[in-house]
């Protein structure tokens, strides 16, 4: 079969310029002027997240930590609404001046429970899909403009169009990351994996503290997904980041008023949901807030046998006990069941030639064949609980203290396959017996936003403390080998045929998991501006790795305890040459991994350590009609450990690797009702330096697709008969991936695909329904590093939702 032609990606970079460019004479705006503002509580502080909007309109804003607000019209007389979420709204006539700036007066609110609604003022400010702030990526209060670093937000709004109902779905939506393997429901395994930057991640983290999750992440709690890019060790460690970057979950927040809504779906493949997000105030004075995310989903399988079956209930409470002191608790409870997806892998040393086929879709594999029975099930548990103590010193400082305990839980099946010669294949079982994995986070930061003399600072300087018990125990072997072709019965790979091998007490394997670790860590990071235009900002970590040691339950023996410090710094530097609206940027970051061992010379070995520099540009137009980042990354990989030719017990630490690339995206609004996400991103990989010879100069087996990209368009009807109607199209495509790639082993390739979908939905006031019919050709494609996995023939789903 033919390699796809390499000219797709100079097509879709000429599309995605064309795109970008087509969208500007649309945004065109007549002449502008600017009103400017302050809001302030009763109490003479600054309400933080309040709406300003010119009733009518879309234009808008919310205002920053200091009460501020700023929003660029047309010239005309307006009535501007001050309000929160689910609150009545002051009203005050305006006028804005075409290149004039207006500061209006103060604005006084009974600002009660500030800065903890969910805000969302979407329905005035068209760009739903765009998010221009954070709290998480810089551990700051932070716009996107002011940020050196690139980071791709997913809202639930984009995720609510699709139809999406899972974090592992909705990371498509960003450009340059790709999914490699399914998440295995076994205890302390993160959800699904993905490839970010020649490198795997997962999404380990919420609201910017450790969040495991054992399963599939249902996303019944989810307000937005923010993928923050390259290495970020300085303010987020390594324990739960990768060189790529790391997956940021931040969840819907308790409001002061009563409301929610109901939601049932349900599709083919045996796919079936309800789910209920309800609200309330617990006492009168608005000052305990009560919110729950609950939800069932059931999922059966594209090929004959297979499901996962979930629940999840996650409740959160918020105390505002003073104007200063918010306390806030939320738990995330996660029951499900599950059988593994089809996984195939290759057996070490076997040659591509030796088996035949070099591409996927050249195996004689039966893609709707499961290959085993359907009870080999695995039960997954998580049990997490989160605490926040936020206190306000005073106008320029905060304290947040944060607790996260995480603990997961498997026990059970994990069925997979070796591909043999011959059109055979052996069917083996990796299974999770009591399997735990406790982790703590304790994390206290200070927040500052103060000035020395005309200087602005924002700081941060944290404490934290990260503990990983790790109790798990793994065991499996392999039942038998079968051919693929012919009209065969395959359920025999069943929990009886498995229980019966493993009640003769002789395994193929057996893997204990079982260490405690902790990791110590200090930061500092400082934004500051050196004029209003130009940013620098800094930051260092200090890490204290302490890893007790791996238990052995045969030997009950402990061994390989070590203790390794880390060093990671962080650079960057931010011009604007059009204030809030265009910044260059650029970023040196770092990330480590600690390494165990012992050197040539007898010395302890020293972390692994990746290396980013990055420049750019982002984008912030025409009212936020149009934003979007455009990046150049190099991230070089040093230290990593070789075993010695000299003694294979010891270790040379010489190897490296290089990865580079180029990123885009933009998030537009041209016209009222009309949005738009895309994305393009280019990715090269290479092993300069390795223990194997025969990779060196190669990509990654595990580097993921070097042309990925996505979009989504999507049209709402905003007035007339039709008035809350909408359609979306979009999808994804992504270029080959070698997953074997070496000069003794041989190329296999996983087939380039586009996978293409399509929704249609109805939103009002109380109701919304929903359809999406997603893989629209009906494609046959995999995923995978190293490994093989076939993906979702076409499918749709159906949901209708009750709002109150």
């Known amino acids: 079969m033919d390699q796809p032609k390499p000219s797709f990606s100079k097509i879709f970079s000429l599309s995605f310029i064309v795109l970008l460019i087509g969208t500007i004479p649309a945004l065109a705006q ?32 919310i205002t920053n930590e200091n009460g501020l607000f700023e929003i660029k019209a047309p010239q005309g007389d307006y009535i501007l609404v001050v309000s929160e979420v689910g609150t009545k709204g002051q009203e005050k006539p305006v006028t804005v001046t075409a290149g004039q700036t207006t500061v209006l007066p103060v604005i006084t609110v009974d600002h009660t429970i500030h800065g903890l609604q969910e805000v969302n003022i979407n329905a005035n400010k068209t760009n739903k899909f765009k998010r221009s702030r954070s709290e998480d990526v810089a551990k700051m209060p932070l716009s996107n403009l002011e940020n050196p670093q690139v980071y791709n937000t997913i809202s639930s709004q984009l995720m609510q169009e699709q139809l999406i109902f899972s974090v592992d779905d909705a990371i498509k939506n960003a450009p340059g990351i790709q999914k490699m393997w399914e998440a295995t429901g076994r205890g302390g395994d993160g959800g699904a994996y993905y490839n970010s930057r020649g490198f795997i991640v997962q999404s380990t983290m919420r609201n910017g503290i450790a969040g495991i999750i054992t399963n599939g992440i249902d996303a019944a709690n989810i307000d937005r997904i923010e993928i923050i890019k390259g290495p970020s060790a300085t303010l987020f460690g390594s324990s739960l980041t990768s060189y790529g970057g790391l997956i940021n979950r931040v969840t819907k927040k308790p409001y002061d008023t009563f409301g929610g809504e109901v939601s049932l779906s349900g599709g083919n493949f045996g796919f079936y949901r309800g789910s209920a997000d309800i609200n309330t105030p617990l006492d009168k004075d ?45 738990a995330e409870l996660s029951y499900g069941t599950n059988i593994g997806k089809s996984i195939f892998f290759f057996p070490y040393g076997q040659t591509i030639d030796a088996l035949g086929y070099s591409r996927a879709d050249q195996l004689k594999l039966d893609y709707k064949q499961s290959y ?64 735990k994995d406790d982790m703590m986070e304790i994390q206290q930061n200070f927040n500052g936003d103060f000035k020395i003399g005309k200087f602005r600072n924002r700081f941060v300087g944290g404490l934290d403390f990260f503990r990983e018990n790790s109790q798990q125990y793994f065991f499996g072997s392999t039942l038998d080998t079968v051919s693929v072709t012919g009209n065969q019965n395959y359920s025999n790979f069943n929990k009886a045929a498995m229980g019966a091998l493993y009640a003769t007490g002789i395994y193929g394997f057996t893997y204990p998991s079982m260490f405690k670790r902790n990791t110590y860590s200090a930061y500092i990071s400082d934004v500051f501006n050196i004029t209003d235009q130009l940013i620098a900002s800094a930051g260092l970590r200090v890490d204290r790795f302490d890893n007790k040691g791996n238990y052995d339950p045969t030997t009950q023996t402990t061994s390989g305890a070590y203790k390794q410090t880390a060093f990671s710094p962080k650079f960057g530097l931010v011009y604007q040459p059009v204030k809030d609206h265009i910044s260059l940027f650029a970023n040196y ?25 990055e420049g750019g540009v982002k984008l912030d137009l025409f009212d936020g009609k149009l934003s979007g980042t455009v990046s150049y990354y190099d991230i070089k990989v040093k230290n990593i450990v070789r075993p010695s030719t000299i003694n294979p017990i010891l270790s040379v630490q010489d190897g490296t690797q290089y990865s580079k690339g180029f990123e885009a995206e933009i998030i537009a609004n041209p016209i009222i009702g009309l949005n738009i996400v895309a994305g393009f991103s280019y990715n090269d990989s290479k092993l300069t330096k390795s223990a194997d010879a025969g990779v060196e100069g190669l990509r990654p087996a595990t580097a993921s697709s070097p042309y990925l990209a996505n979009f989504w368009i999507s049209y709402k009807f905003h007035q007339g008969a039709v008035k809350g109607f909408g359609l979306g199209f979009g999808g994804n495509y992504a270029s080959d991936n070698k997953i074997v790639n070496s000069r003794a082993i041989g190329v296999f390739t996983l087939p380039a695909y586009t996978v293409l979908g399509a929704s249609a939905f109805y939103d009002t006031n109380k109701y919304r329904f929903g359809a999406m019919l997603d893989n629209l050709t009906n494609e046959k494609y995999w995923i995978g590093y190293t490994t093989i996995n076939p993906q979702k023939l076409r499918s749709f789903a159906l949901s209708a939702t009750y709002k109150f």
């Open 286 to 330: 608005k000052k305990i807030l009560f919110r729950l995310n609950t939800a069932f989903n059931h999922d059966g399988s594209f090929q004959n046998n297979g499901f996962s079956r979930n629940v999840v209930i996650d409740p959160s409470i918020v105390y505002k006990a003073s104007d200063r002191l918010t306390i806030s608790a939320d």
């Open 372 to 435: 085993h029975g359907n009870d080999l099930t695995q039960t997954s548990q998580n049990r997490n609980f989160y605490g926040e103590v936020k206190y306000k010193i005073s106008n320029a400082w905060t304290t947040r203290t944060n607790l996260s305990l995480t603990h997961s839980y498997s026990d059970g099946f994990g069925p997979y396959y070796y591909l043999l010669p011959g059109d055979s294949i052996s069917r083996n079982d990796q299974s999770t017996r009591k399997s």
């Open 30 to 61: 007549q002449a502008r002027g600017i009103l400017k503002g302050k809001i302030i509580t009763i109490k003479n502080g600054p309400a933080e997240n309040v709406s300003a909007v010119l009733k009518g309109t879309r234009y808008g804003t």
């Open 589 to 613: 970051q770092n990330s480590f991994n600690n390494k165990t061992g012992t050197t040539e010379n007898n010395r302890p070995l020293k972390p692994e350590q990746a290396n980013q520099i």
